[in-house]
Structures are given as structure tokens and as C-alpha cells.
């Protein structure tokens, strides 16, 4: 079952969360805790720092489903490498970043581009992508 697309906007900033590919690395929670705190029903409160902190934070964001658009700014493009790179976390997901074509179970194709995270554990409820599951059941890699 898929979660809905959560949208936190301000006069200066719109950020989108989607938490059905979100791997809870952290990075958002760490980077601004004033911003993102998980203890709100209402987690993001992007009017909590400067727009252009808040964007930055989101641009670290190492599963996509952290995104943000500047108001009276075009989207920001990402610049993708041609080259495609691939690691795998401790304990955790496949990140990917670049450019690809994914194919996913059904033969169903599509291009992607940025970064997202893969699940590893095979406890998603999303697949092929992280949904944070790893946390959930334990899973270690493999040495």
C-alpha cells in the first residue's frame, strides 16, 4: 500500500517528503533538527531556517524522497554524470546515483535520475526500493 506524498510549504520554500522510498538515514535529522524532528505529527517545519539551509539539507537527502523547490526559482536541475555510481551501506540499502534505467519486477522500465536507495534486506514494502525496513528486521551485511 502506498503512503501519500507529504508537501511542507512556505512563502520561500515547498519541500516534498515521500516515504514510500525514504531509507531514514537520518541525514535530514542531523543536518537540521530544527527543521526535521519525527516527533511532530507535522515533522518538517521548513519555516524553522533559512530557505536556502533547509534546500541544502534536502539536497543531501541520499534516497530522493526528500525534495525541494524554491519559490519564484526554476526547480533545480540536478546535474547528472554520465557515470553511475553504486554503494552499498552498512547494514542498509544500495544507493545509487545518476542516471538509469530501472527495471522493476513486473518488466516495467523507467528513468530515474538523482539519487535513491535500493533495498538490500528484501523486507520493503516497496520494492525494489528502500523503505527503512532494514531497520526494522535487523539485517547486517554480509562481511
Request: glycine share 8%; proline share 9%; charged share 20%.
Amino acid at each position: 500500500m502506498s503512503k501519500r506524498l507529504q508537501v511542507y510549504a512556505t512563502p520561500e520554500i515547498v519541500v516534498t517528503f515521500d516515504p514510500n522510498i525514504c531509507m531514514h538515514s537520518g541525514v535530514c535529522l542531523r543536518g537540521a533538527p530544527e527543521v526535521f524532528d519525527v516527533r511532530r505529527p507535522d515533522w518538517v517545519h521548513a519555516e524553522a531556517a533559512p530557505a536556502d539551509e533547509v534546500a541544502a539539507v534536502v539536497g543531501r537527502c541520499p534516497s530522493g524522497a526528500l525534495q525541494a523547490v524554491r519559490s519564484g526559482h526554476p526547480p533545480n536541475r540536478v546535474t547528472v554524470s554520465p557515470e553511475v555510481r553504486l554503494s552499498a551501506t552498512r547494514n542498509g540499502p544500495l544507493l545509487v546515483q545518476g542516471a538509469v534505467t530501472l527495471t522493476r519486477p513486473d518488466g516495467t522500465a523507467e528513468s530515474r535520475s538523482g539519487s535513491f536507495s535500493l533495498c538490500r534486506c528484501g523486507q520493503t514494502q516497496n520494492t525494489p526500493f528502500c523503505d527503512g525496513s532494514h531497520l526494522r528486521v535487523g539485517f547486517k551485511s554480509p562481511r
